[in-house]
């Protein structure tokens, strides 16, 4: 039985979608956001001792974004794999720069859904 080439982001003859391959779940965005400004929000007031978290909180962030990454956004394994790399590499870098970067993605996640639903019907 063949693979369903939506489930697994291939369109037929044309390799990885666009918006599997750069696409991230938008809860997965938004959850990057929400971590990345509770972990940097607070440097200041903290003098920086909030940093010391941003390793454990990107690999946690990692491990989620795996997990939704797979069930939610239908990615294989080595795709959200290299997604929540990313992520949470990011997280743990002691800078504001994921909500930059996750929210276009999760954008682009949306865009990607709509784009699956319209293509079921």
């Known amino acids: 039985m063949p693979e369903d080439p939506i489930r697994h982001g291939q369109a037929e003859g044309s390799g990885k979608l666009f918006g599997q391959f750069f696409g991230l779940d938008p809860r997965v965005a938004v959850l990057a956001a929400i971590v990345d400004s509770m972990l940097f929000g607070g440097e200041v007031a903290s003098l920086g001792a909030v940093m010391l978290l941003s390793v454990p909180a ?3 962030l990692g491990w989620v974004a795996y997990k939704a990454q797979r069930r939610w ?19 743990a870098i002691p800078t504001p720069l ?20 319209l293509l079921t019907r």
Do not use: M, N
């Open 58 to 60: 990107g690999i946690a």
């Open 73 to 91: 956004y239908g990615d294989d394994h080595e795709t959200a794999l290299i997604k929540a790399s990313i992520v949470g590499l990011l997280t």
């Open 98 to 117: 994921p909500v930059l970067l996750a929210i276009p993605a999760g954008l682009l996640g949306v865009v990607h859904g709509l784009h699956k639903r």
